[in-house]
């Protein structure tokens, strides 16, 4: 387990907390533990189990959800797929000929 991975919950637990604006003693109270638990869970003297940090950060009002990394990236190719198929289904308009006024009237303007 690397560091990041021992910090992983102590800062889900914090963010979750924070943005409900609960203190700790709050927030342990709605898990039903006991606020020195959740203190050493956000300091990471503690680790939580994933049952456990899910419950805290329901009780937060918060969802835990595992992601995959590459979601994004789909998302956004599938997104970009969709765009391009709109764009080639619009009309086109033939632009026509491209003019360019004689050097004597770009000159004459300036």
Same mark, same amino acid.
């Given at each position: 387990?690397?560091? @990041?991975?021992?910090?992983?919950?102590?800062?889900?637990?914090?963010?979750?907390? /924070?943005?409900? @604006?609960? *203190?700790?003693?709050?927030?342990? +109270?709605?898990?039903?533990?006991?606020? #020195?638990?959740? #203190?050493?869970?956000?300091?990471?003297?503690?680790?939580? +189990?994933? $049952?456990?940090?899910?419950?805290?950060? /329901?009780?937060?009002?918060?969802?835990?959800?595992?992601?995959?990394?590459? *979601?994004?990236?789909? /998302?956004? $190719?599938?997104?970009?797929?969709?765009?391009?198929?709109?764009? +080639?289904?619009?009309?086109?308009? @033939?632009?026509?000929?491209?003019?360019?006024?004689?050097?004597?009237?770009?000159?004459?303007?300036?």
């Amino acid at each position: 387990m690397t560091q @990041d991975d021992e910090r992983f919950a102590a800062e889900v637990l914090r963010a979750a907390r /924070r943005r409900a @604006d609960m *203190s700790q003693r709050a927030l342990a +109270s709605a898990a039903g533990v006991a606020p #020195s638990v959740l #203190s050493a869970y956000e300091t990471g003297a503690r680790q939580p +189990s994933a $049952k456990m940090l899910a419950r805290l950060v /329901r009780a937060a009002g918060a969802r835990l959800a595992v992601v995959e990394r590459d *979601s994004d990236r789909q /998302r956004q $190719k599938a997104v970009l797929e969709q765009v391009v198929g709109m764009a +080639s289904a619009l009309p086109r308009r @033939d632009p026509g000929p491209l003019t360019i006024p004689p050097f004597r009237q770009l000159a004459s303007r300036g």
